[in-house]
């Protein structure tokens, strides 16, 4: 069934909240996303119920710096329930030998929400990673550009 305006705004907003509370550590807000025994699974991992979910969001804390940008977004809704995919880029800032360090992921959520006491949730989040890329974050043309802006 089609998802009315209202809905799909809504399930937009839960994407792009998901990605706030990540990129934020906002663990507060992450836990009002999921349903008590939701599920998220991605390569190795599955994770089951509120508790465990936000245990395994926090080891993002080993990134100094992450940004996920939500893309295109479709779902159905069937009631309070409703099913879709969500495109997301995360960009992963870490260090390694002394020098920072970018992981990027193209993601693609496969969600499955649900509706309780108004608001929508996930009920369960499968993380498809479709690439990624691991480069030094800056690098020979940063560091000649800096050197440059120094100079003058």
């Not at 907003?13 to 998901?18: I, N, S, V």
Request: hydrophobic residues 40%; negative net charge.
């Amino acid at each position: 069934m089609a998802a009315s305006l209202e809905d799909r705004l809504a399930l937009r907003e839960l994407a792009d909240r998901y990605a706030r509370s990540v990129d934020r550590r906002d663990w507060a807000l992450a836990a009002s996303l999921f349903s008590e025994d939701c599920v998220l699974q991605g390569p190795g991992y599955q994770l089951v119920g509120r508790a465990k979910i936000l245990a395994g969001l926090r080891l993002i804390d080993r990134y100094s710096a992450t940004q996920h940008s939500v893309h295109n977004q479709l779902v159905e809704v069937d009631g309070d329930r409703a099913t879709g995919e969500t495109y997301c880029t995360a960009h992963h800032v870490y260090e390694r030998d002394g020098r920072q360090r970018m992981l990027d992921w193209g993601i693609r959520y496969q969600d499955h929400c649900v509706r309780e006491a108004g608001a929508w949730r996930y009920a369960r989040r499968d993380l498809l990673l479709d690439w990624s890329q691991d480069l030094p974050l800056g690098g020979e043309l940063d560091d000649a550009i800096l050197a440059g802006i120094k100079q003058e």
